[in-house]
């Protein structure tokens, strides 16, 4: 990719403060995009974030709520301008057996995972309109993979692939371009947890060994991707998902 390729570019990231999140809105810093970085509840990691991307600020909004997103767009075209390129980027999970389900577990993954990408879309549908790109976050689990306990959050994230092909279709007049990377495991602290150093160890070694690159995912390979699909050098391309896990060998279906 050319560096400085975004260069005169806005792009908002959500869920930016920390993680994938943290290292895509650097990345697209880097590559000299100015940063909307969203947050919603991680405001000191979100604003010492946007303090190192030059001319870039953070600015909270629970995606899930279409008000706060409504308002934050306000604030983004106050104070940085239209966006160009919009990273849906914000995830929720809890990990759970089917028997164990909780609605309110179910019903937060969903507001977060595949309503956010619809707020925000919606919110700066109009900045989009011409040149526009998004990348939404997916992963392999909603394309399917023998991981357990996800059941319920590949349910949203196999929503989250579907918009986006229905959304490359249908706003297909406006020429915004819509694709996603669906990443395997990663390693961060929400997937990490409170787990000590002896279960990450064996987290690390499970999902290694699933994969064909006897590899652990990190944040920047999955930045690497999104900056490819927010670039000219993914011009032809729309309505795809790129799945960036290491040559999972255990997908419950290689098809998307």
Known sequence: ??????????????????????SIATKLGNMGARVAVNYNRSKDEAESLARLIPD????????????QVNRMAEEIHSRMGKVDIIVNNSGYWELMDFVSYREDA??????????????TVLAFLDD???KGIVVNIASN???????????LYSITKAAVIMLTKRLAFDLRDHHI???AVAPGWVETDMTIGNKNSSE????????????TLNSVGRPEDIADVVAFLASDDSRYINGQVIVADGGRIDNLTHGI
């Not at 990719?1 to 943290?22: D, F, P, Q, W, Y």
């Not at 990450?200 to 994969?211: G, K, N, P």
């Open 128 to 130: 989009l309109k011409g």
């Open 141 to 151: 689990a909603g394309i399917g993979t023998a991981a357990p306990n996800t059941t």
């Open 106 to 119: 179910m019903d937060r993954m969903f507001a977060v995972n595949v309503k956010g990408g619809i707020n």
């Open 1 to 22: 990719m050319t560096e400085n390729g975004l260069n005169g570019k806005i792009a908002l990231v959500t869920g930016a403060s920390r993680g994938i999140g943290k």
């Open 56 to 67: 870039s600020m953070a600015f909270q909004a629970d995606v899930a709520d279409r008000d």
């Open 200 to 211: 990450i160890s064996d987290l690390e070694h499970y999902f290694r060994s699933r994969t």
């Open 177 to 179: 371009r819509i694709n």
